[in-house]
């Protein structure tokens, strides 16, 4: 569960984010849908850890996000993933076991393989889609209870879409959490539980997919 409470937060002086508050239950996909600058990657930057919110809390299972125990449950997916040049499937499950030495190598190589990625040619070669389902084969095998992730879907075209959007499914229905930012308001409501709308730093309204 991501629980945020009361968050605001200051860039530059201004204003980003004010009194936002936010719950997406386990086994739940929340989308936030709003144009640029309305907010929505801020957020996920503080959920994630990268940003302190100037006020609020932010918790991951009941844990501080602030704290490294609340981020150990948590997997951030950003719009384009950075990859160094030489980084391939392969090497980035080494660079991760550093950092969490129980991630499975098998499941990990038996998800590359369901989805057709090589593990041993460079990351930045592969599609958009490609890599965005690198970082979800990672959290996977993390096993993040909760995933935050940002456009997920933009500039992939339907058939990639379609199959990342059918990844996040089978994860909700594992009983991941899982908020994803998104233009894409047709991909919210086809695979979101809930849909929230952001408009200048403020969460306006969180509805159900129904109404």
């Known amino acids: 569960m991501i629980e945020v409470k009361n968050v605001s937060h200051r860039l530059?002086?201004?204003?980003?984010?004010?009194?936002?508050?936010?719950?997406?239950?386990?086994?739940?996909?929340v989308g936030l849908v709003g144009i640029n600058g309305a907010g929505k990657s801020?957020?996920?930057?503080?959920?994630?850890?990268?940003?302190?919110?100037?006020?609020g809390q932010i918790f991951s299972d009941g844990r501080l996000t602030s704290k490294e125990e609340g981020r150990r449950n948590l997997f951030f997916l950003p719009d384009?993933?950075?990859y160094t040049l030489r980084s391939t499937g392969k090497s980035l499950l080494e660079l991760?076991?550093?950092?969490?030495p129980e991630l499975d190598k098998e499941t990990y190589g038996r998800l590359l393989g369901t989805w057709e990625l090589p593990d041993n040619k460079p990351i930045r070669t592969f599609s958009k889609g490609m890599r965005q389902k690198v970082g979800l084969a990672i959290a996977i095998i993390k096993d993040a209870n909760n995933i935050v992730m940002d456009e997920p879907t933009t500039g992939l075209d339907?058939?990639?879409?379609?199959?990342?959007?059918?990844?996040?499914?089978?994860?909700?229905n594992a009983g991941k959490s899982i908020l994803m930012c998104t233009h894409d308001?047709?991909?919210?409501?086809?695979?979101a539980d809930r849909v929230?709308?952001?408009?200048?730093?403020r969460l306006v309204m969180l509805r159900s997919r129904e109404e």
């Open 12 to 29: 530059g002086g201004k204003t980003v984010l004010e009194k936002v508050n936010l719950t997406v239950e386990e086994g739940s996909i």
């Open 42 to 55: 801020t957020l996920l930057r503080l959920i994630s850890g990268v940003y302190q919110p100037d006020e």
């Open 80 to 82: 384009d993933p950075y």
């Open 96 to 100: 991760y076991k550093t950092f969490y």
């Open 158 to 172: 339907p058939k990639s879409a379609a199959e990342l959007m059918q990844i996040l499914i089978n994860l909700r």
């Open 185 to 191: 308001l047709f991909r919210a409501k086809a695979v």
């Open 196 to 201: 929230g709308i952001m408009k200048e730093g």
